[in-house]
């Protein structure tokens, strides 16, 4: 096959290292190359992979060009919010290009199998729309991200889910040393 376009969303957010976008690892999988555009402007500028976790499906983008983050504010990392709070979907899907915000509601939070690894980790159940074109978009709560928007589940309406927020600060700080461990397994079920 030849080569093929893929789109996901992002956000910018803080490391040790500077500022990076934070995105889904589906989104940048088999990459040759990746460019990243800021919201509200139409340039697009090269990125690299920073680090990325197939396992819990997260990616973390480094961008060479300084102006890129140009009077950026990363969004802070929050807590995990309470069952029935709140949340709004922040992303690109498909059929648009300006940026669609969606609400909905944590309703379930609990480990559930990644499709991207089957690997069983913290995720929260939304009744957001996640569609194509979404993956790696912030979910947010008031201004503080609490999770990344990874996939849905076809069988149902409005099931999508969110990398729970310890499981994305475990990948933030297990990439602060510049090597990927994952997470660890006891083995047991």
């Known amino acids: ?15 040790r290292r500077g500022l990076r976008v934070l995105t889904n690892a589906h989104v940048v999988q088999n990459q040759v190359f990746v460019e990243v555009k800021r919201h509200g402007r139409a340039e697009k500028v090269p990125a690299t992979v920073e680090g990325v976790s197939h396992e819990c499906d997260l990616a973390l983008l480094a961008v060479d060009e300084p102006a890129f983050f140009r009077g950026a504010r990363p969004l802070p990392i929050g807590r995990l919010p309470a069952l029935s709070s709140g949340v709004s979907v ?31 980790l913290l ?3 939304i009744d957001a729309a996640i569609n194509s074109g979404n993956s790696g978009g912030p979910v947010v709560r008031g201004s503080q ?26 990948f933030l700080a297990d990439l602060e040393d510049g090597v990927l461990q994952g997470f660890p397994d006891l083995g047991v079920a």
């Open 1 to 15: 096959r030849g080569p093929q376009a893929l789109t996901g969303s992002g956000a910018i957010v803080r490391t």
């Open 145 to 170: 991200l609490v999770g990344v928007a990874f996939q849905s589940l076809e069988e149902g309406e409005n099931i999508g889910y969110m990398n729970a927020e310890p499981v994305v600060r475990h």
């Open 123 to 125: 995720a929260g159940q």
């Open 90 to 120: 922040l992303g690109y899907p498909i059929g648009g290009e300006r940026l669609s915000v969606t609400q909905g509601i944590l309703s379930r939070v609990e480990m559930t199998p990644y499709s991207q690894s089957q690997r069983v």
